[in-house]
């Protein structure tokens, strides 16, 4: 067994919240490699939130985050199994963090891919498949570039699958289920609202040289 320093431990404890005896673990089963004692944990943390999934996540809480200089707000309904959890400082910081993460993504519509209706991913095969670069390719290998740029589209606008802005290396999905298996509960985003300032107002717009000249004529 590697000898692992109880420095060690306080650093990964540090950087992933997990217990000292998990961290202590983590470190052992992966030679002492912290990158890798990383992985490790968040593998056991989503292990664990995923046998949770199942439950019926019914209680939770709204939250909302609103932007440096009000001009982007963000609604979110996250969801647990009790309102006790509900009320813990784990959830309400995925709470804030994940309505954060809707708020630095203004491309972001849907929770999941799973949410985004049929007649957009429709839309988006009509719009690739009419794509100068493929004119004069194979039916076959038209097709299967298509796959791929609708499978990257459809990712930009489901808020699991983009990179944690306070992570990189974590999607939210992740972080969501990260959380979960440290709380002990199904944690599930349920729906969000992405409000900009402004937004679908047509902003009037004055001639000033038109108005100087209907002065000039009464």
Partial sequence: MPDISAK??????????????DCKKALVENAGDMKKAVEWLRQKGIASAE?????????GAIGSYIHTGSRVGVLLELNCETDFVARGELFQGLLKDVAMQVAACPNVEYVTTDQIPDDVVTNEKSIEMGRDDLAGKPDQIK??????????RLKELALMEQPYIKDSSMTVAQLV????????????????????LGEGIEAKKNDFAEEVASISSV
Avoid: P, W
């Fill in 177 to 196: 289920k990260q959380v979960a298996g440290k709380i002990g509960e199904n944690v599930q985003v349920r729906r969000f609202t992405r409000y900009t």
């Fill in 143 to 152: 097709v299967k570039i298509v796959e791929g740029r609708i499978s990257k």
């Fill in 8 to 21: 060690v431990v306080k650093e990964l404890r540090d950087q992933t919240g997990a217990g000292m005896m």
């Fill in 51 to 59: 046998k949770k999934s199942g439950r019926v996540a019914a209680e």
